[in-house]
């Protein structure tokens, strides 16, 4: 089954959406399979964002992803990778549509609340980075 790689941001964290968010993953059908509260090592969060390095936004990013905890998760269920991704809605919250995360709940690029994997690659990677294999649950999923 499809697994993708969630993660509630410092200012997510910060204004108490870690229920809310995972309230919409869990009443759409999507299982949790591993999550914790974290705070990103300088060394994890350039690894995680090295995709951005020679974009000019790069320090601010890793300053603000290393600011305080975030809530990492990984969650499991059909096109879960593409479905989070619209649930999460556009990158820039000047263009998410109302009802998806951050057409909800953000107004800037920067303070956009949740990342969420782009695709099966970068899935696998994110998971690895974040999680041990032991710290990954497997469990059956009431309907
Ligand atoms: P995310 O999905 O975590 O992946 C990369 C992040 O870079 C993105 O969400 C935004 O929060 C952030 N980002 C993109 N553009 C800018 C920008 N112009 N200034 C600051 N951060 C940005």
Redesign the pocket.
């Known amino acids: 089954m499809e697994k993708t790689f969630l993660m509630v ?1 410092p200012d997510g964290v910060q204004r108490g959406l870690i229920g809310e968010i995972v309230n919409r993953f869990e009443s759409k059908g999507y299982q949790l399979v591993g999550g914790k509260l974290m705070t990103i090592s300088q060394e994890l969060a350039e690894q995680h ?1 090295g995709e ?1 390095k020679e ?1 000019p ?1 790069f320090g ?2 890793v300053d603000f992803i290393t600011s305080g905890p975030v809530f990492a998760m990984v969650w499991e269920g059909e096109n879960v990778i593409s479905t989070a991704r619209l649930m999460m809605g556009a ?2 919250p000047k263009e998410s549509a109302p009802g998806t995360i951050r057409g909800d709940f953000a107004v800037t ?2 303070k ?1 609340i949740i ?2 994997s782009d695709s099966p690659e970068s899935a696998e990677r994110e998971i690895g980075l974040f999680f041990k294999e032991e710290e990954l649950s497997s469990y059956e999923k009431a309907v």
């Open positions: 941001k964002y951005h974009r936004f601010e990013l990158t820039n690029v920067a956009n990342h969420g």
